[in-house]
């Protein structure tokens, strides 16, 4: 029951179970995170926006390696949005980071805006996968990447190793291949993946092409 609960509040947080799982978000997502923006370069001045920023604590992370970049979050739940305010008030008390309740289908910034675009496992639960990825294409800046993140890894070896996840929440893992025919449908270039051995993990950088 407790589970139950807990998971369903993967989708869109809210009230005291919400609460529970942005903790547990914050900090079961923290290695695969760590390891994911291995794969990105994160300089000095760079302009990143996380989408689905969950309790925010990717943006806090990102904050760390930017600078004097910015660092914007957003999310479709409310609650995440007052958690991630509160991970990271300093920051956004000096405005290098500005959290914002938003769906990835509809992004509240400007054409050619963002250097970097994470998305740490939240795709899955994305209504329209290949407009969401176009919209994101929309915001990045030419020759900008996004960074694709995911813990529910589906291989022949185990296509049923997530059924219970995906039946309760109706949503689906996915397959390094999948993943990358996604991006290039939604017209993204240099497409790379990358999986770490024994785990589950997945991790796609695609770029915007340069003008
Ligand atoms: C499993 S949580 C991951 C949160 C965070 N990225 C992390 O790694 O801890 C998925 C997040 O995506 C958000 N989300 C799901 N669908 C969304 C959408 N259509 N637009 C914006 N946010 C969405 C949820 O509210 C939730 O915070």
Known sequence: MKYRRLIDNAKKPSGFWGRLMIRSMNKGHHELTDWALEHVKISNGLTVLDVGCGGGRTVSKLCQRVGSGKVYGIDYSQLCVQKSEKLNRKSILCQKAVIKQASVSQLPFEDDTFDLV??????????????????????????????????????????????????????????????????????????????????????????????
């Open 118 to 211: 994470t998305a740490i496992e939240t795709y899955y639960f994305w209504p329209d996968k290949q407009g969401d990825l176009k919209e994101i294409l929309r915001v990045l800046k030419p020759g900008g990447t996004l960074l694709l993140v995911f813990e529910m890894l589906k291989t022949d070896a185990e296509p049923d190793k997530w059924k219970r996840v995906e039946d309760r929440l109706n949503i689906k893992a996915v397959s390094r291949e999948e993943i990358e025919n996604a991006l290039h449908s939604a017209g993204y270039t240099n497409v790379k993946s990358y999986t770490a051995g024994g785990t589950s993990r997945l991790c796609a950088t695609a770029e915007k092409e340069a003008t």
